[in-house]
């Protein structure tokens, strides 16, 4: 059973434009929520994270929105870069300290 | 940037051959993990371990098994491989405690079973 449900799948945006990338779990034991960015032929890498008791967190261009009755949290990047065209992830942390992750959204920036 | 390494970075190999796919880090992490990436999946958790000498098995069952002599070493042994464990392996780290911590991933070995 998938623990964290993430869509779309893939998404393409104009340079400039707000992607937004959506997330929902089910498991109220989830306490930490993180993003990862990855690149072909590179690891994911965390880009940015957010806990169950605040309700959005900026950096940079990334933000990530968090709904805990919806039980559902989403990444926006601001002003979007041909650069960021990557796969994102999404994740969720139990306080077993396991993590499970999203199927992932590929990314393409046009220029 | 972290600091986890995975060797090779390939291997194309036929069925029956012993891989071992190698995992260090140099960040003094105590928990390191396995994943199996394949594309449009979700990673799939197939081993961790929380500190020397302890293992356990993730969600995924998988076929291979794991060691935790080191602090920094955590490699993963495929005793005979068959195509079926074609795919990509991400080897991630993180450190100990309840807090804000990420796991942080190598870049990956991407194993082809002939």
């Known amino acids: 059973q998938q623990q964290v449900k993430q869509s779309p799948q893939s998404l393409i945006v104009q340079k400039g434009g707000i992607p937004i990338i959506n997330c929902a779990y089910e498991?109220?034991?989830?306490?930490?929520f993180p993003w990862y960015q990855q690149f072909p032929g590179k690891g994911p890498a965390l880009l940015i994270a957010i806990r169950p008791d605040v309700s959005e967190k900026k950096e940079g261009r990334f933000t990530i929105s968090f709904n805990k009755s919806a039980k559902q949290f989403s990444l926006h990047i601001m002003d979007s870069q041909p650069g960021d065209s990557a796969t994102y992830f999404c994740a969720a942390r139990t306080t077993g300290n396991q993590f499970y992750f999203g199927t992932g959204t590929s990314l393409t920036v046009i220029p | 940037e972290a600091d986890i390494y995975q060797t090779p970075r390939y291997l194309v190999i036929g069925t029956g051959k012993k891989i071992t796919l190698e995992c260090s880090q140099t960040m003094g992490h105590d928990k390191m993990y396995w994943y199996q990436q394949d594309p449009g999946m979700e990673l799939h958790l197939i081993h961790y371990?929380?500190?020397?000498?302890?293992?356990e098995k993730g969600d995924l069952s998988s076929e291979s098994t794991v060691s935790r002599i080191r602090t920094e070493h955590f490699p993963l042994t495929l005793e005979s491989a068959r195509p079926s464990h074609t795919s990509q392996y991400l080897c991630?780290?993180?450190?100990?405690?309840?807090?804000?911590?990420?796991?942080?991933f190598g870049d990956g070995t991407r194993l082809s079973i002939l």
């Open positions: 371990s929380y500190g020397v000498n302890s293992t």
């Open positions: 991630a780290s993180s450190e100990k405690g309840y807090g804000n911590q990420p796991q942080h």
């Open positions: 498991n109220t034991a989830f306490d930490y």
